[in-house]
Each structure stands twice: as C-alpha cells, then as structure tokens.
C-alpha cells in the first residue's frame, strides 16, 4: 500500500514509500500458540526483501519492519517499510 509518493532528488524518478503488510491467521488455541506464528514471521520477512530486490528498474531500500500491527483482531500483521525509486 502506497503511503507517499514524491519526485525524486534525481529527475525524472519518483520516490514511492511502501507498507506491505504480510502475516497470518492467529488462534491462541492453534498448536504451538501465538509462539508458532511469530516463529514464521522472519521466513515471510526474508521472502519479502527478496521479492522487493528483483523487481527490474526499480531501486529498492527496505528500510525497516514494524511489527505486531494489530489492526484485525484475528491476523498477526507485520509491515514492511520500503522506500522504491523508479
């Protein structure tokens, strides 16, 4: 999800500031718990930056990870701030 866009510092590139939000359903009565979830979060995080590096023309920074995003009570959110120059 976008949250800014900007031109960029070298014309005539534009400066997109990105969330991307990943986690999973969270049950505390699931096996393993709330404890099994996080445990996959690193993994899907990983997958992630991976994913924002390949993407062809583009300069990508990841700038951080915001964690335990509680905006829907049944999911585990993480996001991912990332910064895209194009």
């Known amino acids: 999800m976008p949250s800014s866009l900007a031109p960029d510092t070298v014309l005539p590139r534009r400066r997109i500031e990105l969330l991307i939000y990943f986690g999973q359903p969270a049950n505390e009565s699931d096996p393993g718990g709330l404890e099994a979830v996080c445990s996959q979060w690193p993994e899907m995080e990983k997958a ?6 390949q993407c062809p023309g583009m300069i990508c920074l990841c700038q951080e990870t915001i964690t335990d ?14 910064m895209v120059r194009r």
Request: aromatic letters at 10%.
């Open 48 to 53: 992630l930056i991976n994913a924002c590096y």
């Open 69 to 82: 995003e509680d905006r829907v009570a049944s999911y585990k959110l993480q996001a991912l701030r990332v």
